[in-house]
């Protein structure tokens, strides 16, 4: 496997608050390793569903739980890991948020939103917790989002 460009890895505890910082880190990260905006809204769209699954489902807000998250740029790619110490899940048995019975449900589209934005989400059981990979290309035209994420809220365009 080729080594990365630039790589930075985070723990966070499993609590509401770090959702937060965890925005604040990966915001750092654009700053720092000069991401541009039009790819980092794919990056950090599909990284905050993650996280946010990772603390409230897989660790269900357990604060003696923690989330790590590395974040690694390659020539043509992003690679994001988020890593909980959950009891795991099957994809495939999430319900589709788009059938007529899951539209007014209040959770259940972070999955929908990873897979639709990143070229690839893969996810592995490990021996303490589940492993979220996901991978986004780069790109020179990436589609932009219609409204900017700053505030934590995005409508794809």
């Excluded at 495939?92 to 449900?105: A, S």
């Excluded at 897979?115 to 991978?135: M, P, S, W």
């Amino acid at each position: 496997m080729t080594k990365p460009i630039k790589e930075a890895h985070n723990e966070f505890v499993s609590a509401i608050d770090s959702i937060r910082e965890f925005e604040r880190w990966f915001f750092s990260l654009k700053r720092r390793f000069k991401i541009p905006a039009r790819e980092f809204d794919r990056i950090y769209l599909a990284s905050n569903e993650a996280f946010i699954n990772a603390i409230i489902h897989g660790n269900k807000l357990d604060p003696e739980k923690k989330v790590s998250v590395a974040f690694k740029e390659f020539k043509h790619i992003y690679r994001i890991e988020v890593q909980d110490q959950g009891g795991g899940f099957e994809p495939g048995q999430v319900p589709d948020p788009r059938e007529d019975e899951n539209l007014l449900k209040e959770s259940g589209r972070g999955l929908l939103i990873m897979t639709e934005i990143a070229d690839e989400v893969k996810f592995y059981k490990e021996k303490e917790g589940l492993r979220v990979k996901i991978k986004i290309k780069k790109r020179s035209g990436a589609h932009k989002l219609s409204r900017p994420i700053a505030n934590g809220g995005a409508t794809a365009g």
